[in-house]
């Protein structure tokens, strides 16, 4: 199977010491068994080496479950996410200019997607460009001082009809507004959002296809994601999924 055109990794480095949002458990890597180490064990001249990752389910980029944000017993854990959900037709729109610290609304949604003559369709994930991992990545500022959605955009989005959704830095909220209206929306309509996304500038504007699948971790509340777009427009690259 091939898929025609230019694919853009939107997912963030993992390694030891790794940014995350405040309270959440450290990322570390390492070395489990070395070539040395397996080769003495085989007796055989045969070796391999293998790595130990503990990190957060909420570390690196990655999907909330609705479970990590409601109470409900009921709440979907991350292996229940639909992957069709996962898997989308997709916009990007431009947030960079927002103040930090700040919130933005809808007005700024329907003023950006005027200005690029794009809309909002049923089914649709919806990158938020703010700009912020290009400025603020590996600054203590990048885990506070992100824009955010305000209650009645993240209403708006979801009443359009967006599957998902997700920002270029730690979280959707204002880190100042411990109401956190966007993940407040979000565990009431049921409707999930990624964290610590990157490379968005490359997709201002445009209309794209969206994959971000969640590993299978069962009752996890969220999923490290390895997030991509596939712009069909630019200059096609084949992609075979079959080698």
Known sequence: MKIQGKVIDLSQEIYTGMPVYPGHAKTVIWEHMSHDESRRTIGTGFSYQSSGIMMCDHGPTHIDSISHLSTDPDAASVDEIPLEHCITSAICLDMSDVPVQTQFGSEKIEAELKRWNLDIQKGDTVLFY????????????????????????????????????????????????????????????????MENLCNLDKLVGKRFTFIALPLRIRKGTGSPLRAIAILSEDEPVDWDLSS
């Open 130 to 193: 703010t700009g912020h991992y290009d400025n603020y990545y590996g600054k203590p500022e990048y885990a506070s001082h992100q824009p955010g959605l305000t209650k009645e955009a993240t209403e708006f989005i979801i009443d359009k009809g967006v599957v998902n959704f997700g920002v270029d830095n730690t979280s959707p909220d204002m880190f100042l507004d411990k109401t956190y209206p966007c993940h407040t929306v979000c565990s009431e309509r049921r409707v999930t959002h």
